[in-house]
């Protein structure tokens, strides 16, 4: 395993267009976070799976923003009618956890950088 | 809910000088903590982690103790090196099983 992968790498768009992104994550991890990070600060959470369902969505997720995970394998996330302030870096990790189990450590991909102009 | 602050960058420091790059959290309760690094054009790895009060994370040189009396997570290391340069990042997260919150990281340069 290759660890977890982001296409694409760099996304430039204008704004009021639609972008999607994809994640694969560690094939045996059952649970994918998207974060977004923006210049000179920390990731901040979006929402997190846990295999096909969507268990936690932050407020930071607006109703432009949906993300799926179909199969409880890759997942993707969609950013409708794009703004400016949409442009940060979008981070996949993945992890093996559950209710009952400690989560292991959470490994992250190199992200996808949004320009919108 | 919990959160983390850590110390403003940027620091600078000379090879084999010591480091220490603050952490403080709040929270209901006792979150795992973690020390998370980015190097230039990489993705953020994990460096170390504490799920306990008084437990010690340590990796590479870096230590880190979970120190409940002061709701903090010190990240430190005796001697940096050059290839140390890179942004830190301290995290919580409730045992581990909840989405991690991020400090806003310190950009750490080591000079010859």
């Known amino acids: 395993d290759t660890g977890v992968s982001q296409d694409p790498r760099h996304k430039i768009t204008k704004r009021g267009q639609n972008v999607t992104f994809r994640c694969d994550p560690i094939s045996e991890h059952n649970r994918l976070y998207w974060y977004r990070q923006t210049l000179g600060q920390g990731p901040e959470f979006l929402t997190y799976f846990q295999n096909e369902a969507q268990l936690e969505k932050s407020r930071l997720l607006s109703d432009r923003f949906s993300a799926e995970r179909p199969k409880g394998s890759f997942s993707t996330l969609e950013i409708q009618r794009t703004e400016q302030g949409d442009s940060a870096m979008y981070l996949c990790a993945s992890s093996f956890g559950g209710a009952s189990l400690t989560n292991t450590e959470a490994f992250f991909g190199q992200g996808t950088r949004l320009t919108v102009v | 809910g919990n959160s983390v602050t850590q110390m403003e960058g940027p620091v600078t420091l000379s090879e084999e000088a010591f480091l220490t790059i603050n952490c403080t959290y709040t929270a209901t309760g006792y979150p795992s903590l973690f020390w998370y690094v980015q190097y230039p054009g990489e993705g953020l790895q994990l460096l170390l982690k504490?799920?306990?009060?008084?437990d010690k994370g340590s990796n590479k040189g870096f230590e880190a103790t979970y120190r409940k009396e002061t709701t903090s997570f010190h990240l430190e290391k005796g001697s940096v090196q050059v290839s140390d340069s890179a942004v830190y990042f301290c995290a919580s997260s409730y045992s581990g099983n909840t989405p991690l919150v991020f400090g806003k990281g310190t950009r750490l340069s080591v000079i010859a």
């Open positions: 504490a799920t306990k009060a008084d």
